[in-house]
C-alpha cells in the first residue's frame, strides 16, 4: 500500500505525520499550484465545484508518483460532496487507473460506526506497528493539524499589531517549509511547538487599532491558500488582522462532536435566527459565522464560495440581511479555475477601505484579544 491524500492546507502536515507513525509507504502530494489545477480540471465534468478539481489533480499527482491507494474524506450529501468519492473513482477507473484503492473516512449516519471502523481498519492492517503505536500515531496527526491551525490562526490575527512589518508571515512561511523536512511525527511536533513559542514571542503594539475581517465560506475554499489566491497573506501584507473559524482541526472536532449534538454549540446558536436547518456543506456555519463575527468585534466578513457551490449560494443570500440588521458589512468572492487575480485584489482592497473609512468615521470594533 502506498498512500496519498488530498493536499487541503494543514491536512496534508497531519495526513503525512499520520503515514510516518503508521510506517505506511505515502506520496506526498505537491503544493496546490497551476498545473494539479489543469489536470484537475482536464478530468472532472466541467461544472462541478472547484474542490472536485483540485482533488482529482492531487490524486493523479499521486498516482503518477507510485501512490495506490488514495485516503480521503466524504459525506452523504446534501451537496455535491455526497458524490465526490463515487465520482472520483469512477473518473480514474475510466482513465486507466483500474487498481486504485479508494479508503474515505466518513462517519455519516449513513455510513455507520462500524463500516467506518472497517474502512480505517484497511490502513490499520497495512501498517507493521503495534495497536499501541497506531493509537499514537492518530493522536500525532491530530496535535499536528491542531498546532498548524493554532500557528496560523495567531500570524492572520497579530499580522494588524506586529510591530515589525512582515515578521509573522516570515515565520509562518519559515515553518511551513521547515516542516517538509520532518521525517518523524516527533520530529514535526517539536518543530510545531517550537514555532508556536516563536510565534508567541512577536512584538506587537496594543494601541494600533487595525481592521479585523473574519473570513468564512466554504470550507475547502478558505482553508486551501492557492485556492483563495493566498487572501489570509495578502491580508497581512496590508495590516489587516484576520480569523477564520473553519479549519481541518475544528473540522474533527465538529465530526466527533455531531453523534452526541454538541458540535459547535455556538455557530448554532448565532445562526438560528437566518438559517435553522442545515443546507449541506457548511452554509449553515457560514451564516453563523457572520453573526459571530459581529459579536467578537470584528470589522467586516469576506465570504468565499467555489462557483457553483449550493450551500454557500444559500448562505450569500441571508448575508445581506444580517448585514443590514447588524450593521455588519460583508463581501463575497467567488472562486474558480478561470479567474482573475487583478480583479479580485481590487474588490478586496476596495472593502478594505470601505471599512476603514466607516472605522474613521466612528463604528469601532473592539479587539478580540491576543
Ligand atoms: S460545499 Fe459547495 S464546493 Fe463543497 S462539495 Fe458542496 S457544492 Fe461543492
Redesign the pocket.
Given at each position: 500500500m502506498v498512500v496519498t491524500f488530498p493536499n487541503i492546507g494543514n491536512i496534508a502536515p497531519a495526513a503525512r505525520a499520520l503515514c510516518q507513525g503508521l510506517q505506511i509507504p505515502y506520496v506526498m502530494p505537491a503544493k496546490n499550484n497551476k498545473r494539479t489545477l489543469q489536470i484537475g480540471a482536464e478530468y472532472s465534468p466541467e461544472e462541478?465545484?472547484?474542490?472536485?478539481k483540485m482533488m482529482m489533480g492531487n490524486f493523479i499527482e499521486g498516482i503518477e508518483k507510485g501512490a495506490d491507494t488514495i485516503l480521503t474524506t466524504g459525506s452523504c450529501g446534501p451537496?455535491?460532496?455526497g458524490e465526490?468519492c463515487e465520482l472520483q473513482m469512477k473518473i480514474l477507473r475510466k482513465i486507466g487507473y483500474e487498481d486504485i484503492d479508494f479508503v474515505v473516512a466518513d462517519l455519516s449516519s449513513e455510513v455507520g460506526m462500524e463500516e467506518f471502523k472497517c474502512r480505517v481498519g484497511k490502513v490499520g492492517a497495512a501498517s507493521p506497528v503495534s495497536r499501541t503505536a497506531q493509537f499514537k500515531a492518530i493522536r500525532d496527526a491530530y496535535r499536528t493539524v491542531e498546532l498548524c491551525d493554532k500557528i496560523d490562526a495567531r500570524a492572520y490575527y497579530l499580522a494588524g499589531y506586529e510591530q515589525t512589518p512582515g515578521e509573522c508571515k516570515r515565520i509562518l512561511h519559515e515553518y511551513k517549509d521547515r516542516l517538509l523536512e520532518c521525517e518523524t511525527p516527533e520530529e514535526t511536533l517539536k518543530l510545531l511547538n517550537d514555532y508556536k513559542r516563536k510565534m508567541s514571542r512577536v512584538k506587537i503594539s496594543r494601541d494600533k487599532d487595525p481592521i479585523k475581517i473574519s473570513i468564512i465560506g466554504?470550507?475547502?475554499?478558505v482553508i486551501d491558500p492557492y485556492s483563495n489566491l493566498y487572501i489570509e497573506e495578502k491580508l497581512m501584507d496590508y495590516g489587516v488582522s484576520s480569523i477564520r473559524k473553519l479549519t481541518p482541526s475544528w473540522w474533527v472536532k465538529d465530526l466527533m462532536l455531531k453523534p452526541f449534538k454538541l458540535n459547535s454549540l455556538d455557530i448554532k446558536r448565532a445562526s438560528r435566527k437566518y438559517l435553522p436547518y442545515s443546507v449541506?456543506?457548511?452554509?449553515k456555519e457560514c451564516v453563523g459565522e457572520a453573526v459571530l463575527g459581529k459579536e467578537q468585534g470584528m470589522d467586516g466578513a469576506i465570504q468565499i464560495?467555489?462557483l457553483?457551490?449550493?450551500?454557500?449560494v444559500i448562505a450569500k443570500s441571508i448575508l445581506p440581511t444580517i448585514q443590514m440588521d447588524k450593521d455588519f458589512p460583508t463581501m463575497t468572492l467567488i472562486v474558480d479555475e478561470i479567474m482573475g487575480e487583478a480583479g479580485y485584489v481590487t474588490r478586496i482592497e476596495a472593502f478594505i477601505d470601505m471599512l476603514e473609512s466607516r472605522k474613521r468615521r466612528g463604528s469601532m470594533g473592539r479587539t478580540v484579544g491576543f
Open positions: 462541478i465545484c472547484l474542490p472536485f451537496c455535491r460532496f465526490y466554504e470550507i475547502f475554499t449541506g456543506g457548511h452554509g464560495l467555489p457553483g457551490c449550493m450551500p454557500e
